[in-house]
Every structure is written in C-alpha cells, then in structure tokens.
C-alpha cells in the first residue's frame, strides 16, 4: 500500500540525487511529497515556482521534479498528491513538464492531458547552451471531482 508523507527538500533532493535519471536536485521548492511503500521511500514530487516567466503569476505551480524507484503506481501517486495539496494551499494551477520522449503515462493515470509543446524552443542572451536541450511538452488537468460538490479546474498555461 502507498502512503503519503512531506518530505523536506533536503531530503526530496538526496533522492533525487540517487534515483532520477537526468535530473539534479532543486535549489528551491513551495512544498514537497513523498511516497512510502511498506517503510520505504520510493518516490517524492518535489512542487516549486514555475520555471517560464510566463507562467510564474503568485497562482501557478509546477512540479519541478517527480522521481521514484520504478514500483508500480507511485508516479500517478504522487502527480494526484501534488495537484490536490496545491489546491488545498490556494493555487490555481499547477502543472508539469515531460520530456518529448516520455509518454507520460502516468500523467495520463492520475488525469492530465497534454497541452502541447512547451515554449522556449530558442536560447538567447549570455546563458545560451552550446548544445540545446531536448524539447518539452506541458500537461495540465482534466476537469474531475475531487471530493463532492467540488471541483478541480487546473489548467496549464497563462489565463
């Protein structure tokens, strides 16, 4: 069975460390979740300040990093954890990044859709990367009940 603790960034980010496969640890974060499955941590979503400008408005979140060991269900988990604790702490939107390659099926599971390519297809200006990074696609949620006679409207992208 799958439970739920917060997990200090400290801690989210030294698991990020030894399990993501091309992701480092954060510097920053709005709040953190974690998955335990029989004592043991197998996964953490760690939720910070959007990374586009665009979308960095006081009321959007992303999930700036969600890893897990590889057991069954944590990702789809975690990505409902994240998006209900964000609505319980007053935001409007939250929203994750994948990489073109990754089909997102866990995002899928737990009641995302893909809103399409992300921005930023270019670099400029004096951090501009020798080589560019691989493209990004944004997700945002579906319309769906959490709790009766409430409803949850996360959706990507500005307003």
Known sequence: MLTLISISLRNANAFVSEHHRHHKPVTGHKFSVGCVRDGRLVGVAIVGRPVSRYLDDGRTVEVNRLCSTGKKNVCSFLYGAAARAAKALGYERITPYTLDTEPGTSLRASGWT??????????TGKRKPITFPPML???GLRRRK????????LMAGPS
Do not use: D, E, S, V
Request: hydrophobic share 45%; proline share 10%; glycine share 20%.
């Open 114 to 123: 893909c809103a399409g390519p992300a921005g930023g297809k270019r670099w």
């Open 137 to 139: 696609r944004i997700w």
């Open 146 to 153: 959490l709790h009766p006679g409430k409803l949850l409207i």
